[in-house]
């Protein structure tokens, strides 16, 4: 290796080519680091740090050991506070808005004006934890089906899949359904639902619940069971059945329905 191409090296190790990356939550704090090794010693009195991102927009600027507020952004005033021991920005009040790049430079001021010593990228993820799913009967029930829709609010990313699960004494079953999706033009936070109409199985007990898959983990909704057992028969020879709709609620109590239905074509109808 030449000359020029060791002191070319060696001038990309000094400055820092190094990027990282990090996750914050949705309304929390995010960290943007800067491993800046001072193994000189050299005094904040002799330091311009700052951060910028990806759009030149700077978040923070410490100019000779003070803080200098006049090149912030607005969006970043009062977001940040700067770890001193560690290098490290903390940017508050984490939004979705807020994902992506970020570089953080170090400059020695000198008498004839700023040197780089260093400078790193960072690229901020953001998350926001969806709901967990549940599901909910709708009003527009019939005599013999039922039909169901399980939503999750507020999350991100988008979810990758949405299905219910049909859980009888014999077989499970997977019930791919349209996964509707909607996003907040404010928060940009994603709310989803999936809806299912199926006909209740005769003398069979049924656990439905829905799941929300992610990119890393899979939420579940608590079950939603169905009981429907023949309780005699009448002298006409009518037949009939009572349906237990057991209906899980955030504080995991459950509300029971009873709903009693007839061949002879009379019928309650109980809305949820």
């Known amino acids: 290796m030449g000359l020029s191409n060791t002191l070319l090296v060696m001038a990309l190790l000094l400055y820092g080519a190094a990027s990282v990356k990090s996750q914050a939550y949705f309304n929390k704090t995010g960290e943007l680091p800067c491993l800046f090794i001072n193994s000189e010693n050299i005094s904040m009195d002799e330091l311009v740090v700052f951060w910028q991102d990806q759009d030149k927009l700077v978040l923070y600027e410490l100019y000779k050991g003070k803080e200098n507020p006049q090149n912030v952004h607005p969006k970043y005033k009062g977001r940040t506070t700067f770890d001193k021991d560690n290098w490290t920005l903390k940017l508050h009040n984490i939004q979705i808005k807020d994902k992506g790049s970020y570089q953080c ?14 400078h790193m990228s960072s690229d901020l993820s953001v998350l926001a934890n969806f709901s967990q799913p549940e599901i909910m009967a709708t009003s527009n029930r019939t005599e013999n089906a039922i039909n169901l829709t399980c939503s999750s609010v507020e999350g991100y990313p988008a979810p990758k899949e949405m299905y219910f699960k049909l859980k009888t004494e014999n077989s499970t079953t997977k019930y791919d359904t349209a996964m509707k999706k ?20 005769e003398a069979s007990n049924v656990s439905i619940t829905c799941v929300l898959k992610l990119e890393t ?4 909704s608590l079950p939603y069971n169905i009981e429907t057992n023949k309780v005699g028969r009448k002298e006409s020879e009518q037949t009939k059945e009572r349906i237990q709709y057991h209906v899980p609620e955030r504080s995991d109590e459950a509300q029971c329905v009873n709903i009693s239905k007839t061949t002879s074509g009379d019928q309650s109808t109980t809305h949820f």
């Open 105 to 118: 430079f170090i400059h020695r001021k000198g008498p004839k004006g700023l040197v780089p010593l260093y």
């Open 182 to 201: 909607s996003q907040s033009n404010v928060t940009e936070l994603y709310n989803v639902s999936v809806s299912l109409s199926f006909s209740v199985p």
């Open 217 to 220: 983990m899979e939420l579940h």
